[in-house]
């Protein structure tokens, strides 16, 4: 099914949606930042990472040479949050390969990139389903192939019958997935076929994708608004260390003034989040998307918030995007359906759902402008830091006691 003659990555497209509003943002408000961007590998591969470097650098090389294609910005700039002088940036830009940089420590393996923020944010979504796919190359191919197909064929059979469901019939919101799986997909030839069978068969439910070329390729929607390395970055701007989840969001609604208006939630724990999501945030953002911690408690506090603002929660939205799968997301909906408008982000579980272990891979922002940054996930195993120092002032500032962490570099 791959062509194994060609490189991995073959347009600039190929990567999440909010990579590119991230982008823009940074561009216009913070050029002059300089980030740290690290690989971590969760949990245990079936064979060593380390032998992937030489085909990693011989693929960062590849992604290095290409540019945006005029056909390429001329899509970008369809979409009218993208703004013209972004679209002349990229039209210049490609990656420098002197800011990416590959090792290895015994089995581990190690990625770096290290620049302007702007020049190596990029970075992050291409690495990893580029390690993702060179790792899958690994098995058998035929097998994993015709397993995904079935189980595919399994998921399409469930959406198509919910209507047959008594309860279906009178919900008060409709039940929507996407596809935000780029980043550990099998392959993107897999991920193509798989969003191709979903837009055929279960369009009533399936309503787009976080990957920019298949939205493009498709006719799909293109989904996403920003991640954890947007708000993280402004722990380390000229604000406060307490304001920078507010310094954040304002400047996301000074840069879209309407428009990507979902605010993740879980930088510094859900709690944290609603104590700086006042009045005048949760009437100019039409959502929030969760990320880490129990989905239920996580989406009663935020239905609890609206309530106390005096927000009718049915013009709001909800969206869930943390390790889903078709029964966890259909539970989480059979629970809230009633009372917000809901969506559902589900990644490895569509695009790597194929009868191997896949691979828990990230590639995150851990320093900003020459001082760590840090992450206090509701969810055990999901935090990122690699200063105690920061670490400790991070949780005195925002009073967070009871989060499990995890270093990035363990």
């Known amino acids: 099914m791959a062509n194994r003659m060609y490189p991995i990555i073959r347009s600039l497209l190929d990567t999440d949606l909010y990579k590119f509003t991230m982008w823009q943002a940074m561009l216009h408000r913070h050029p002059e930042n300089q980030a740290v961007y690290r690989f971590v590998c969760r949990n245990q591969p079936e064979f060593p990472l380390a032998n992937l470097a030489d085909q990693v650098n011989a693929e960062l090389d590849a992604l290095c040479e290409l540019s945006f294609k005029e056909d390429e910005l001329e899509y970008l700039a369809s979409l009218r949050f993208m703004k013209s002088d972004f679209i002349d940036f990229l039209r210049i830009f490609h990656f420098q390969r002197n800011f990416i940089h590959v090792s290895t420590t015994g089995d581990l393996l190690e990625i770096e990139a290290r620049g302007p923020q702007v020049h190596v944010m990029g970075f992050e979504i291409y690495v990893l389903a580029i ?62 076929e798989l969003l191709s069978t979903l837009k055929a068969a279960v369009p009533e439910y399936f309503k787009g994708t976080s990957n920019v070329a298949l939205a493009r390729e498709l006719d799909l929607v293109p989904i996403g608004t920003m991640a954890h390395e947007y708000l993280q970055s402004y722990q380390a701007q000229r604000v406060r260390l ?132 840090a992450k206090l996930s509701d969810t055990p195993g999901k935090a990122m830091h690699v200063d105690e120092t920061f670490l400790a002032y991070l949780r005195q500032v925002f009073r967070v006691e009871d989060l499990t962490l995890v270093s990035v570099e363990s």
Not at 140 to 161: H, M, P, T, W, Y
Request: aromatic residues 14%; neutral net charge.
């Open 131 to 192: 390690v993702n796919e060179l790792y899958f190359r690994q098995f058998d191919a035929s097998r994993a192939l015709a397993e995904g197909r079935r189980r595919l064929a399994q998921k399409v059979e469930r959406l198509q019958r919910l209507d047959q469901q008594p309860r279906w019939q009178q919900r008060r919101h409709p039940f929507e997935f996407f596809d935000f799986g780029v980043r550990r997909r099998y392959s993107r030839e897999w991920q193509h």
């Open 242 to 373: 307490r304001d920078f989840q507010k310094a954040a969001l304002e400047d996301w609604v000074q840069e879209y003034r309407g428009d990507l208006g979902v605010a993740l939630t879980d930088v510094v724990g859900m709690d944290a989040f609603l104590a700086d999501f006042d009045l005048y945030f949760a009437k100019l953002f039409d959502g929030l998307r969760h990320d880490s911690g129990d989905p239920f408690v996580w989406g009663e506090k935020a239905l609890q918030h609206y309530a106390k603002l005096r927000i009718d929660p049915s013009s709001k939205r909800l969206v869930f995007s943390d390790g889903l799968n078709f029964d966890r997301a259909l539970a989480i909906y059979d629970h809230f359906c009633d009372r917000i408008q809901l969506g559902f982000g589900i990644g490895t579980h569509l695009t790597n759902d194929v009868g191997l272990e896949p691979l828990n891979i990230v590639m995150k922002l851990v320093h900003c402008n020459g001082q760590p940054v």
